[in-house]
């Protein structure tokens, strides 16, 4: 398992959105993608990510929220993100994941430029896999 490179896994290029774009297109983006987590980029790097959960916090699913709704992704993004190096393994991002009470993990090189993204479900997906071979 050390030795899976995380490009093996990892969703390339996810769907990602910017910290001026309002609370209510990510939830459009979440609920539309059928995904949990939403990388937040500037330009091309990544500033935060914002969660399906983080917005259930909030109560977001109730259209009765327009102020809320109308609130930019910035202001609610996590900004204390835990990531994986383009050259991270299965076994890495596993020990990261973990440790924490997050479920995904951004892939970015050293400039912080996103590359994918890896979830507590894609790294059990490839354990069974692995499993039944």
């Known amino acids: ?17 910017g910290p001026q774009q309002t609370v209510a297109e990510a939830r459009r983006v979440l609920e539309t993608d059928a995904i949990n987590h939403l990388p937040v980029v500037e330009g091309d790097r990544l500033v935060g990510i914002v969660s399906s959960s983080d917005l259930l916090k909030l109560h977001l699913f109730d259209d009765k929220l327009p102020l809320v709704e109308a609130a ?5 993004m996590e900004t204390s993100i835990i990531v994986l190096d383009r050259d991270a393994t299965l076994r890495e991002a596993a020990e990261k994941l973990s440790m924490g009470s997050f479920h995904a993990l951004p892939v970015v090189d050293r400039k912080r430029r996103l ?5 507590s479900s894609d790294i059990i997906g490839e354990l ?3 499993l039944a071979a």
Do not use: F, K
């Open 115 to 119: 590359h994918g993204i890896v979830t």
């Open 72 to 76: 930019t992704v910035g202001q609610i």
């Open 1 to 17: 398992m050390r030795d899976v490179p995380i490009d093996r896994i990892m969703t390339p290029d996810p769907a990602t959105i």
């Open 128 to 130: 069974l896999r692995r």
